[in-house]
């Protein structure tokens, strides 16, 4: 019987010492910091790493070597832009990381911690010459950390999933530049879109005209001035500064938003042998560079992710540049800043005086000719001497200033008769700033419309209806 008891207490003890080994390879609970030392990851530092490869099931297998101080080139696959910044800051932190010692010997079974195929493989070339090869397998029981290995020597280990996380999760995605132009627009000499689509016959066009709608020209040219502002030059027309700034901040800032395809074998799947959009840069340096734009991607069962909205917008659409061979997508919001019409980034201000600023006006109209000049605060009519009233005068400028273009008409020159602009109903001219800057601004009518034009442009605008009702009872005010 005794024989029997002491047999019983040696199995149990047997059993508990190896719940007790499992639970201290396997454990269930994220154990705090003090309860298990770690160790350094890497006795290397970061001005040591001569290269590196990332490898991973389904992924592009990675190659990136140093060029430079703090430059680094993607080798493979080849021409992918490399993101200098963010490779630096990932070799940077690598000999910060430390991991948690399980087991000081190898383990007979990989598998059993997914490193029989691992999930990634990173190699490192030193300048020691001596190759390092870090596996990283499947994840721990407790599921905050995941079971890693050095090929060349033995043991196993824990690397945390938050601390090692631009270790474990990184890939060429994360590494390469992700700008979908690499070059600075900001900075840029040029910017020309140009759009495919099936031109409008002359009926339509003049239809489209009649109704106020806009139409889209076959290219739109943008040149950045001396004082960085972007000016639409081609057509030649009055710009919308704003817009035309924030359309060249959107296309310098524009990132992918995925990967395709590294090298496809054709872009007409992807709707770029033709592309709907295609933009050309010319750079500081005089270099061309194009990004070409495709068709929407279609939705696909996985591309969205729990809790996002099955909007085929938030797939993007397919696109290209000249630099790489990669396809990749953009966001709906960048397809649809290099989609907007012209109209968008014109002027709808036909004056660009400033009330303040204004020195002289003078009018021919309705009402007679009317002239006014400022003298520090006050108004005087024509001979100098007599004052004008101030109110009056400010809130005319106020009226002309502050009209805006309902449609823009007409571009080309030689029409202003079927406007009623060859003989105009009013006619506006403003002296202003410090250098005596001059526009003058005509009015005229038609077919109960109402249209305006600047002198120095053959530009026709249709302003509000009730315009001249306005203007002429401001212009009475002041003649009395």
């Not at 031109?199 to 106020?212: D, I, N, V």
């Not at 006006?361 to 004008?388: S, Y």
């Not at 001249?468 to 009475?476: A, N, V």
Request: glycine share 6%; hydrophobic share 35%.
């Amino acid at each position: 019987m005794k024989f029997i008891n002491t047999l019983i207490a040696l199995v149990l003890v047997a059993a508990l010492g190896g719940v007790l080994f499992y639970l201290n390879k396997h454990p269930k609970e994220m154990p705090s910091d003090s309860a298990v030392p770690k160790k350094k990851l890497f006795s290397f530092q970061a001005d040591q790493v001569k290269s590196f490869s990332i490898e991973a099931p389904g992924q592009t297998a990675t190659t990136i070597r140093k060029t430079g101080d703090q430059k680094w080139e993607v080798t493979s696959p080849a021409g992918v832009p490399a993101n200098n910044s963010l490779i630096q800051s990932f070799v940077d932190g690598l000999p910060k990381m430390e991991y948690t010692p399980v087991d000081s010997e190898t383990p007979s079974s990989l598998a059993d911690y997914g490193l029989d195929r691992p999930q990634k493989t990173l190699k490192f070339e030193l300048t020691s010459g001596q190759p390092l090869t870090l596996l990283i397998g499947g994840d721990n029981p407790g599921g905050y950390a995941k079971y890693a290995m050095f090929s060349s020597t033995p043991g196993l280990f824990l690397l945390d999933s938050l601390d090692t996380k631009d270790l474990v999760d990184k890939t060429l995605f994360d590494l390469r530049d992700k700008r979908v132009l690499p070059v600075a627009v900001d900075k840029a000499k040029q910017v020309q879109l140009k759009f495919e689509f099936t031109p409008a016959s002359a009926a339509e066009l003049e239809r489209a005209k009649k109704l106020g709608l806009s139409v889209k020209p076959p290219k739109i040219g943008f040149t950045r001035q001396p004082n960085n502002n972007w000016e639409v030059t081609d057509p030649a027309v009055r710009t919308d500064y704003g817009n035309t700034n924030y359309f060249v901040t959107i296309l310098n800032g524009g990132i992918m938003k995925s990967v395709e395809a590294e090298n496809a074998k054709s872009l007409g799947a992807y709707g770029l042998d033709r592309p709907a959009i295609r933009a050309d840069v010319t750079a500081e340096d005089g270099s061309a560079h194009s990004l070409l734009i495709g068709r929407k991607k279609e939705a696909k069962p996985g591309d969205n992710k729990e809790g996002e909205s099955k909007s085929d917008e938030n797939l993007g659409y397919y696109a290209k540049n000249s630099d790489s061979p990669a396809i990749f997508t953009i966001n709906q919001s960048v397809y649809d800043q290099l989609n907007q019409d012209l109209d968008n980034y014109r002027n709808r201000f036909l004056f660009d005086f400033e009330n303040a600023n204004a020195r002289r006006i003078e009018i021919q109209g309705p009402t007679g000719d009317l002239r006014f000049d400022r003298k520090g605060e006050d108004w005087f009519k024509a001979d100098g001497k007599t004052k004008a009233d101030a109110s009056k005068i400010s809130a005319l400028l106020d009226e002309i200033h502050s009209m805006r273009v309902q449609h823009y008409t007409e571009d080309k020159p030689g029409h202003f008769a079927e406007y009623g602009l060859d003989k105009p109903w009013l006619n506006v001219k403003i002296t202003f700033g410090e250098q005596n800057k001059e526009e003058t601004v005509i009015f005229g009518q038609k077919n109960k419309k109402f249209y305006a034009a600047r002198q120095d442009s053959p530009s026709v605008y249709e302003m509000p209806a009730s315009a001249p009702e306005s203007l002429q009872t401001k212009l009475k005010e002041l003649s009395s």
